[in-house]
């Protein structure tokens, strides 16, 4: 049976595919899964028309991600850490207090998207990625000062 994919599906295909799978499978699984359709000519139509509102969703996502980066550029963010006198900190600065100082500043962000390479251990000023979107990366700017 020919279907189209409606989702990215592990092991078949990617989103708008057209492929060939047995009966029972479509039937059975990725039809009522809303997986999938059938392969007729007013599904290509409406495959289209689904890509195209997909891609214009996606762009708008992208452009809010944009102007989400201006804001974390434009922004340098200060920790205040407990530390030796070697500048050595008594713990390490975590995702979880970045995202506080950021929420602080009027700026949400999810947990996962801030890269941290190494441990903040020490005082000093860090050039932190921030994964606003699979073609939006934007660097953040932390000072971790002295208590």
Do not use: C
């Amino acid at each position: 049976m020919k279907i189209i994919l409606t989702k990215d599906v592990e092991k078949l295909g990617k989103e708008g595919d057209v492929i060939e799978v047995k009966e029972g499978f479509a039937r059975n699984f990725l039809l009522p899964q809303g997986s999938a359709i059938k392969a007729t000519k007013n599904s290509f139509k409406e495959i289209e028309e689904l890509k195209k509102r997909k891609d214009k969703q996606d762009e708008k996502i992208k452009n809010e991600a944009a102007q989400f980066k201006t804001k974390i550029e434009a922004l340098s963010l200060t920790i205040i850490a407990e530390a030796k006198d070697t500048e050595e900190l008594y713990g390490s600065v975590t995702e979880q207090q970045i995202l506080k100082a950021l929420k602080d500043e009027g700026l949400t962000l999810d947990k996962g998207k801030i890269a941290i390479p190494e441990q903040i251990k020490k005082l000093g000023v860090y050039n932190l990625k921030v994964k606003l979107h699979p073609a939006v990366e934007a660097n953040l700017r932390l000072w971790v000062m002295k208590k």
